[in-house]
């Protein structure tokens, strides 16, 4: 007996915040992986993984708070724990292997296709062994053509959002490119529901079954993911370069002395004080005048001009 798929069992409520975790990982993610560009070498690995494992987690949240609202009408539907873990576990790992790619290859279009492709075959593989988890009276069938038209959307919005991570500047932008990756995500996700049909075993269908207590068995499984994206974007509201761009805070010395003029050391070099900043000695440019070195002569060895005699003599 065929069952009926239901994945809109409490309305627009659990699209719109899978949407909102999606865009919520996502954000930080490319926030991450845009400030590992402008990390010290040492810093760069702790970013990237940073903004891998929110672009994963952010994922599998979007996954699964969707899937609170699917339902097969007259069968329960429970989750295999080890494997909705591992469906976390495959999705944090492969959008870390597109990251790094990406992170310390550069975005020339060959990488980034390559990364995006391995990015999305990883998202659109956490979709499905999350869905390979589920346990219900029932064997599940996929339309082929409509799961590999899901893989596509995963493969594409991994490569946009992979070279927005790298090309996109300032934090309205990014907010923009983590808008746009939420909904492929999202929208990939219930393209993947409307490839899937359940055929019910044979029996008498179970009244009133509808696996209403799947939000008790998914919520502590939620938990973990959900601390670890409030953890992350607390990291990334303390750390002004990701939320206000560079600076004066982060101006280098250069740049201050391109806007503030020419500092002392910028002074030409001057002949005759050899020892000081800015100076030179026996420079090939003297200033015209008599040398400092007449008048000392004149001051050691007792040598008047013409005008002191004069005075000297009236005195004696």
Not at 28 to 45: H, I, N
Not at 51 to 72: E, K, L, N, P, Y
Not at 227 to 252: H, K, S, Y
Request: charged share 10%.
């Amino acid at each position: 007996m065929q069952g009926t798929v239901d994945g809109f069992s409490y309305g627009v409520i659990t699209p719109i915040a899978a949407f909102v975790m999606a865009c919520f990982g996502s954000a930080l993610g490319l926030r991450c992986v845009t400030r590992s560009l402008r990390a010290e070498q040492s810093f760069k690995p702790g970013w990237l993984s940073l903004g891998a494992a929110s672009i994963g987690c952010g994922i599998w949240t979007m996954h699964f708070i969707a899937m609170m609202g699917f339902q097969v009408r007259r069968t329960p539907i429970d989750y295999d724990v080890p494997i909705t873990v591992a469906s976390l576990v495959v999705a944090v790992l492969v959008v870390s292997v597109g990251v790094f790619i990406v992170g310390y290859r550069g975005s020339s279009p060959p990488i980034l296709i390559t990364a995006g492709v391995i990015t999305g075959l990883g998202v659109a593989a956490m979709h499905y062994l999350g869905m390979a988890g589920m346990r219900l009276e029932g064997q599940l069938h996929y339309d082929t053509t409509i799961v590999a038209v899901s893989v596509v959307i995963a493969v594409v919005a991994a490569t946009a959002a992979l070279w927005a991570a790298v090309s996109v500047r300032g934090f309205f932008p990014s907010l923009v490119a983590s808008l746009i990756m939420g909904a492929a995500a999202t929208g990939m996700h219930y393209t993947g529901i409307a490839a899937m049909s359940v055929h019910l075993a044979g029996g008498a269908p179970r009244p009133g079954a509808s696996g209403d207590s799947l939000p008790a068995v998914m919520l502590p499984m939620l938990l973990g993911p959900l601390v670890f994206l409030v953890l992350a974007g607390v990291v990334v509201m303390f750390d002004p370069l990701l939320v206000l761009g560079e600076g004066e805070w982060n101006d280098t010395p250069a740049k201050k002395r391109e806007s503030t003029g020419p500092s002392r050391t910028d002074v030409p070099d001057l002949p005759g004080l050899p020892g000081l900043p800015g100076t030179t000695t026996g420079s090939a440019n003297p200033v015209s005048g008599p040398p400092a070195w007449t008048t000392t002569a004149n001051r050691d060895t007792g040598a008047r001009s013409p005008g002191e005699e004069s005075t000297r003599q009236r005195r004696w």
